[in-house]
């Protein structure tokens, strides 16, 4: 058709590229977002609730909320 | 045709509509809809029927070549036969448009016109806020919520300082 000639295009193999190239990425990703999740919100929140309850005085916080009047069965 | 032959010996399964038109074609008429269609899609590259139905003489010749070798027809003949079978070419299909552009503004326009709408909905028709919305009544609320100590883990309260009564930095 034209002068020039294009280069033949890459002809087999188009889907088990695509497979691989989604598979490895899907892959990495879910990996990935499993980390973040683990590190930024399961690991952090563990340790939010280890340093409250480590020195937790559960008489204490009942008095300081006594003390507020918040309560109807004692004042 | 032979198909239409091996049901009726089977006795009378599955028959494609078009075979059950052809066969009445003199009390049926089929309309344009009804035939087997031409479509551009990625998804079904041999379409069920060629781009031009009626062809021209030297067109009809050309079917004709395409019958002996094709290492004797010219790269125009070549293109010229793809032509017949296809209206546009993968590339050509597949091309980008500004659609795009349209679509948004389009859809950014009329919300827009919501936002107009829900302004004028606000000023008109609604009624006053309960007084649970009021500064000072949230401010109480809040309070409260901070005496009873809500959520002290890594909600409202682990927030507040307890020490030094203020919202920690």
Known sequence: MAPEVLPKPQMRGLLARRLRFHMVTGFVLSLGVAALYKVGVADKRKKAYADFYRNYDAMKDFEEMRKAGIFQSVK | ?169
């Open chain 2, 1 to 169: 045709m032979l198909a239409t032959r091996v049901f009726s010996l089977v006795g009378k399964r599955a028959i494609s509509t078009s075979v059950c038109v052809r066969a009445h074609e003199s009390v049926v008429k089929s309309e344009d809809f009804m035939l087997p269609a031409y479509v551009d899609r990625r998804d079904y590259p041999l379409p069920d029927v060629a781009h031009v139905k009626h062809l021209s003489a030297s067109q009809k010749a050309l079917k004709e070549k395409e019958k002996a070798s094709w290492s004797s027809l010219s790269m125009d003949e070549k293109v010229e036969l793809y032509r017949i079978k296809f209206k546009e070419s993968f590339a050509e299909m597949n091309r980008r448009s500004n659609e795009w552009k349209t679509v948004v503004g389009t859809a950014m326009f009329f919300i827009g016109i919501t936002a107009l709408v829900i302004m004028w909905e606000k000023l008109y028709v609604y009624g006053p806020l309960p007084q649970t919305f009021d500064k000072e009544w949230v401010a109480m609320q809040t309070k409260r919520m901070l005496d009873m100590k809500v959520n002290p883990i890594q909600g409202l309260a682990s927030k507040w300082d307890y020490e030094k009564n203020e919202w920690k930095k």
